[in-house]
């Protein structure tokens, strides 16, 4: 019985340990790819909402002093993220700049008036919160009008919603792929020693001595299976930002920390369920039965 169970113990690194360990390497990137798209949508929604401009047109008699104080205080509030004055020279330079020409050339003044450019946190960038923003904001006296596209927040909150309901289905038709394919792999493994956990069963070995090289193995399945797929994701993120830098911004540290651990952990409890099944399965025949599956 000593001499199976070594054997057993021995044979963890051989071909299809090693085939194991291939098919379940490429289930967990397929897992933490849809896992590093839900994560990475999720950033992507509030990247775009953050950079949505709410602008808040101020008096053009305002002192600078007066300017100064406004924007302190809005730079407090809990809505703004980022905060930006553009005096009314500005906005010329930059719409002359855009359109090719002058607008004072032929209307004689500077149409523009000074404005905070404001983006909101991400919890706020909905119609609701933005309306209760503006009522707030034309109450004060410096403010002459606030503006925003409604339509537009609001088709991206639609949109969002939409995606992050299929993105759901996906990764619970994936997690649901991701376990079959391997229970599968896991079971093949075990069937091929099921006469082997037959024999040490004759011979006396209790359930939890036999499963004990099984459940080492999954777990060594589990982990190693897990670091080389975090590895080639790792390789995938790093030329998708080599390759547009502008990802940066989306697929943050925490999203690549967070797929890494998610893959590794599903991993380990996928082979050690699949495993610890499958082998209660074939503890509970008796000689006979083995023949005739």
């Known amino acids: 019985m000593a001499q199976a169970y070594e054997h057993m113990r021995s044979r963890w690194f051989n071909?299809?340990?090693?085939?194991?360990?291939?098919?379940?390497?490429?289930?967990?990137?397929?897992l933490g790819t849809i896992v590093f798209f839900m994560l990475s949508a999720k950033n992507l929604s509030a990247f775009i909402k953050e950079n949505l401009n709410v602008s808040v047109l101020v008096n053009d008699e305002l002192k600078q002093a007066e300017i100064d104080s406004l924007q302190a205080e809005l730079t407090n509030t809990p809505y703004v993220k980022r905060l930006t004055f553009v005096s009314k020279e500005q906005a010329l330079e930059e719409t002359s700049k855009d359109l090719g020409t002058d607008p004072t050339e032929f209307l004689g003044y500077n149409p523009f008036t000074p404005s905070f450019e404001i983006n909101v946190n991400e919890p706020?960038?909905?119609?609701?919160?933005?309306?209760k923003i503006v009522a707030e904001l034309d109450l004060r006296k410096e403010v002459v009008g606030v503006d925003y596209d409604k339509e537009t927040l609001e088709s991206v909150n639609d949109n969002?919603?939409?995606i992050s309901v299929v993105l759901l289905i996906i990764a619970g038709l994936f997690l649901y792929i991701s376990f079959a394919l391997i229970n599968n792999t896991v079971r093949l493994t075990i069937f091929s020693k099921r006469f082997l956990i037959n024999t040490m069963k004759l011979v006396g070995a209790s359930w939890g001595f036999i499963r004990r090289p099984?459940?080492?193995?999954?777990?060594?399945?589990g982990i190693?299976?897990?670091?080389?797929?975090?590895?080639?994701?790792?390789?995938?993120?790093?030329?998708?930002?080599?390759?547009?830098?502008?990802?940066?911004?989306?697929?943050t540290s925490d999203v690549i920390?967070?797929?890494?651990?998610?893959?590794?952990?599903?991993?380990?409890?996928?082979?050690?369920?699949c495993t610890f099944a499958s082998l209660n399965r074939y503890l509970k025949m008796n000689s006979n039965e083995l023949y005739n599956i």
């Open 15 to 30: 071909t299809q340990f090693m085939t194991s360990c291939i098919s379940t390497t490429l289930v967990l990137i397929l």
């Open 124 to 131: 706020y960038a909905n119609n609701d919160s933005l309306s």
């Open 160 to 162: 969002i919603r939409k």
């Open 214 to 221: 099984f459940i080492k193995n999954a777990f060594r399945l």
């Open 224 to 251: 190693l299976s897990g670091i080389a797929a975090d590895v080639a994701m790792l390789c995938g993120i790093h030329w998708m930002k080599t390759y547009e830098t502008g990802l940066n911004a989306i697929v």
């Open 257 to 273: 920390y967070i797929v890494m651990a998610v893959v590794i952990v599903c991993g380990l409890l996928i082979t050690f369920i």
